[in-house]
């Protein structure tokens, strides 16, 4: 769905595909935690609905974390300093985005 509306508004593609991974990971994270909370409060005798909460704010705060790093590497920046990516994936990262180009006619990259 992100991938989706980001070609829908013209989003750049490196901005796309860092957000829509982004999703992806935020996506996994909330369905572990929100499987393995639960189970894990009954195994221990609380009461698992409690644990609702719980799952609500860890991932806000983990949403806000796995975007901005995620982000980070993808386009290009770890921690405020650059990353230096191998000259292969660059090339790899330069067709990728030429593709993408002549495909969809969005060249803002």
């Not at 509306?5 to 935690?33: C, D, K």
Request: proline content about 6%.
């Amino acid at each position: 769905a992100g991938l989706g509306r980001a070609v829908i508004f013209q989003t750049p593609f490196p901005e796309s595909v860092a957000i829509s991974v982004a999703l992806y990971f935020i996506v996994i994270t909330a369905i572990t935690m929100g499987v393995a909370l639960p189970l894990g409060m009954q195994h221990i005798g609380i009461d698992p609905a409690h644990s609702a909460t719980t799952v609500a704010v860890v991932m806000d705060i983990l949403g806000v974390l796995i975007t901005v790093q995620s982000c980070s590497l993808i386009l290009g920046r770890f921690f405020g300093m650059p990353l230096k990516l191998p000259d292969e994936v660059e090339e790899d990262l330069d067709i990728i985005c030429r593709i993408w180009c002549n495909e969809t006619g969005i060249c803002n990259i």
